[in-house]
């Protein structure tokens, strides 16, 4: 079993900025990719980025692609989230999910493990 803790979420006006964290505990030597996904209000899980744990190689949706940055630190297990020049189009709660899969995935049902969430809030 993997154990995904998200932290880091808060308000923030637009325009700033947020980190969020996701510390990962357990079997994590299984994961090979871990994401992170949103889900506003009303809508649908929405994917965000995802990194492979083991090459580093990132990649992102459309929709924040150039302001945010996926990053991981082995030694820490752990997995970042850089968010900048945030909109009120980001508010949601993030998710952060943990998978075996070989092949890199943007559906958040081919993820096995997902931490409790993170709300972020960007006011106007």
């Known amino acids: 079993q993997v154990q995904l803790v998200e932290s880091g979420g808060g308000l923030v006006q637009a325009g700033g900025s947020l980190k969020l964290s996701c510390a990962a505990s357990g079997r994590t030597f299984s994961n090979v990719f871990m994401a992170w996904f949103r889900q506003a209000p009303g809508k649908e899980r929405q994917f965000v980025a995802v990194i492979n744990w083991i090459s580093g190689y990132t990649y992102y949706a459309d929709s924040v692609k150039g302001r945010f940055t996926i990053s991981r630190d082995n030694a820490k297990s752990t997995m970042y989230l850089q968010m900048n020049t945030l909109t009120p189009e980001d508010t949601a709660v993030y998710y952060c999910?943990?998978?075996?899969?070989?092949?890199?995935?943007?559906?958040?049902?081919?993820?096995?493990?997902w931490g409790q969430g993170t709300q972020v809030t960007v006011s106007s």
């Open positions: 999910a943990a998978g075996k899969m070989l092949l890199l995935s943007i559906v958040d049902a081919t993820y096995d493990y």
